[in-house]
């Protein structure tokens, strides 16, 4: 297993177990962290093991993190009917 599909995988439990805890923001500042760090993790797998390895780790994190997908998709929505 490569060192980029490891770092993946860390990142896939860390985001779960801190989703186990309550948060007074909904944990929007560690989902905003994650994506920050799960961003360069992606690209990292990517480059190392493919494009297609590279697509089932990103949808791994828009599983984990739905919620900002989801408001990205409404907003995107919204830019492109206003137009």
């Not at 297993?1 to 500042?29: E, Y």
């Not at 990517?46 to 089932?56: A, K, R």
């Not at 828009?62 to 900002?68: A, F, G, H, I, Q």
Request: no cysteine.
């Amino acid at each position: 297993m490569s060192i980029s599909l490891v770092l993946a995988l860390i990142w896939l439990i860390v985001a779960n177990l801190r989703a186990m805890f309550p948060s007074r923001d909904h944990h929007w500042k560690f989902a905003y962290a994650m994506i920050a760090v799960g961003i360069p993790i992606l690209g990292f797998v990517t480059y190392q093991n493919g494009i297609w390895i590279g697509l089932i780790v990103l949808a791994m994190g828009m599983s984990v993190l739905r919620w900002p997908v989801i408001y990205l998709v409404r907003w995107l929505r919204r830019q492109v009917g206003q137009g």
